[in-house]
């Protein structure tokens, strides 16, 4: 399994960024693709998911409204877009894999979680 992230950068607040992942060696319709994001210090935590199975996604709530999560099925990438951001938006965001049923459980990181690399979302004056 691999997973490319890509999009990260810096940007003033009230600014947006777009971040995406593409997935290579998964079996077609059967994992869900999400991202997580870890400040400095802090615990790495679930950002938002969608599942390549069916409809059903899962969005952090306190980033629910600036943050959209969607998908591209004919190239196993999904994008993460970022509006308004605010300096506690920085850190460094994963892309992660796992099952197809994963939003159910509000992507919750587990055993069978597989990682990409990190990408760096800096917001700042």
């Known amino acids: 399994v691999q997973l490319q992230a890509s999009g990260g950068g810096s940007v003033q607040p009230g600014g947006s960024l777009r971040l995406s992942c593409a997935a290579s060696?998964?079996?077609?319709?059967?994992?869900?693709l999400g991202w997580f994001r870890q400040a400095p210090g802090k615990e790495r935590e679930s950002i938002s998911c969608?599942?390549?199975?069916?409809?059903?996604?899962f969005t952090l709530y306190s980033v629910s409204d600036r943050f959209t999560i969607s998908r591209d099925d004919g190239k196993n990438t999904v994008h993460l877009q970022m509006h308004r951001l605010k300096p506690e938006d920085t850190a460094t965001y994963y892309c992660?894999?796992?099952?197809?049923?994963?939003?159910?459980?509000?992507?919750?990181?587990?055993?069978?979680?597989?990682w990409g690399q990190g990408t760096l979302v800096t917001v700042s004056s």
């Open positions: 992660a894999a796992d099952s197809p049923k994963w939003p159910r459980f509000g992507c919750r990181r587990g055993t069978e979680t597989r």
């Open positions: 969608i599942s390549f199975s069916d409809d059903s996604t």
């Open positions: 060696g998964l079996t077609p319709n059967s994992y869900t």
